[in-house]
Each structure stands twice: as C-alpha cells, then as structure tokens.
C-alpha cells in the first residue's frame, strides 16, 4: 500500500476546469486503476489500464480521461464534461490479470466550489 | 457485467459479539473474492479474500465463506473489539479474464461498547 503515492490530497475545482490527479506506484506493478467513491457509496470503476500505451473504460467513465504513458504513472484528469466530481477518488495498482490483489492508494479529495 | 449486492448497510453488535456480512453477486465467471475495510478518510485496506477453489478461509477472528452455487459470500467477524468499527467492502472480480473489481456498497459496522 504504501507505493502508491496520490497527489494533490485535496483539491479545489471550479466550475469549468479540468484537474488532473496524479497517482504513481513503485511496485512495479502491470496494471492500475482509478476509482471514485460518493459518501455512503462503494467504489466505482472510472479507467484501469493492464499495460503502458493501452487502458479501458470503467462503469463511469464519461467526463474523465487517463494516459498511462510510464509503467508507474497513472494521471486522471476531471473534465469540465464531469457535471458532479466532488468526491474522494481512489487510485490503486495490482499485479493484473483477473484474481490479484488490488492495493490501494491514500486517496484524492476533490471539491467543486 | 458483475454486480455484487451487500447487506446490512447498517450493522451494530456489542462488543465481543460477532458480526456476519453477506454479499452475492451476478457473474457465475467470477473467481475471486476480496474483502475490504475503510476507515474514516481512509484508504480501503484487504482484510482478506477467498477463490472460487475454497469455501472458507480463516485468519484469527476473520473468516470468509463462499458458496458458488448460491453465488454469495460472508464475511465473520467474532470477538468483536472497537477496533473493528469501519465500513467493510466486498468485491467479486470480472470474471472472464477482465480485470477490475466490482464493490458492495459498503456496510458501516458499529461496534457497541
């Protein structure tokens, strides 16, 4: 858990901006996520990406955009598409392929004002 | 794709009590089955997990029991302390060789002093 690193922790938004949230693991894990979690809610798959250069669309995908460029680098940009983000987004890593332990980072805050 | 439903959303023992949390899900493909808990502002930490080759697995007060004919899953907790006061989320991979998780919704136990 502990070579996840997101940043900022919390982070201020106002209506119309995008923002981007960095997440990077020293694990070296294959494949990494993005997930968004709403007071009282689960977590919800956003992106994952199992390799560089290549990621998927998760259940709630519309209104953010990812780019897995470097094996340990993960950045999710929340666009001015996204109608409601405030939420705490949660980035994790795994070894991938179905069936590994998924681990996650400390999470991001994001508040639109 | 996977949908995994958890119950209570609510759970309050008194102290030294067990605390059971049931799930069931929708994709008879899903193979793995991870537990999860969250404390206030806090990164989702595994607590433990079960695959589809085992029906119950232990470790100290915590066990996980699956049933993949019925597709559900039980987390148990016994000797409950106020330390276990969290949300505990359960998951069910994508089966089908898909990676991500699918979550519960959570369920918040309040342990009663």
């Known amino acids: 858990d502990g070579g996840i690193t997101q940043s900022p922790k919390y982070l201020f938004r106002k209506e119309g901006q995008n923002v981007t949230l960095s997440c990077e693991q020293n694990?070296?894990?294959?494949?990494m996520y993005w997930y968004r979690q709403d007071p009282g809610q689960g977590l919800r798959l956003i992106y994952y990406?199992?390799?560089?250069?290549?990621?998927q669309k998760g259940d709630i995908a519309e209104g953010y955009s990812v780019s897995r460029e470097k094996k340990e680098s993960f950045p999710l940009t929340v666009t001015s598409a996204q109608k409601n983000p405030t939420a705490f987004y949660l980035c994790?890593?795994?070894?991938?392929?179905?069936?590994?332990?998924?681990?996650f980072g400390e999470g991001s805050w994001l508040t639109v004002v | 794709g996977e949908n995994v439903e958890q119950h209570p959303s609510t759970l309050s023992v008194q102290e030294g009590d067990s605390a059971v949390i049931k799930c069931t899900y929708s994709?008879?493909?899903?193979?793995?089955f991870p537990w999860y808990k969250q404390e206030l502002g806090k990164r989702p930490q595994l607590i433990i997990d079960?695959?589809?080759?085992?029906g119950e697995k232990k470790d100290q007060r915590i066990a996980v029991t699956l049933n993949k004919t019925a597709k559900h899953f039980s987390l148990h907790i016994t000797e409950t302390q106020p330390e276990d006061s969290a949300v505990y989320f359960c998951?069910?991979?994508?089966?089908?060789?898909?990676?991500?998780?699918?979550f519960g919704k959570g369920t918040h136990l309040i342990i009663q002093p």
């Open positions: 994709d008879s493909a899903s193979n793995y």
């Open positions: 694990l070296n894990h294959d494949a």
């Open positions: 079960i695959r589809s080759n085992v």
């Open positions: 994790a890593s795994s070894m991938g392929r179905a069936g590994n332990t998924i681990y």
């Open positions: 990406s199992q390799i560089v250069n290549d990621f």
């Open positions: 998951a069910a991979d994508q089966g089908g060789g898909a990676d991500g998780l699918t």
